[in-house]
């Protein structure tokens, strides 16, 4: 289960439809909070694999270092 954005949507869905038939207000909330937390999963699996494909496709040396902020050592 490795950063698969499919999955998480589609346990995000999964959550939606529980949601949409609780019948109680606590489970339809809880299942709200679940279908959420896994969009932001899917969100943050997303940007990874943006992120990492960027990273792989950038030439070698110094070109990544121009993106980054040096932070001053006290």
Known sequence: MADNPE???ARAEEE???GD???LDNVRDRCRRA???WDDM???AERTQ???A???AAPPGGERMANTTMIPAE
Request: charged share 45%.
């Open 7 to 9: 999955f998480y949507r």
């Open 16 to 18: 939606r439809r529980n």
């Open 21 to 23: 038939a609780a019948s």
């Open 35 to 37: 279908e959420k937390a």
């Open 42 to 44: 899917a969100s943050r």
């Open 50 to 52: 943006t992120l990492r």
């Open 54 to 56: 960027a990273r792989e």
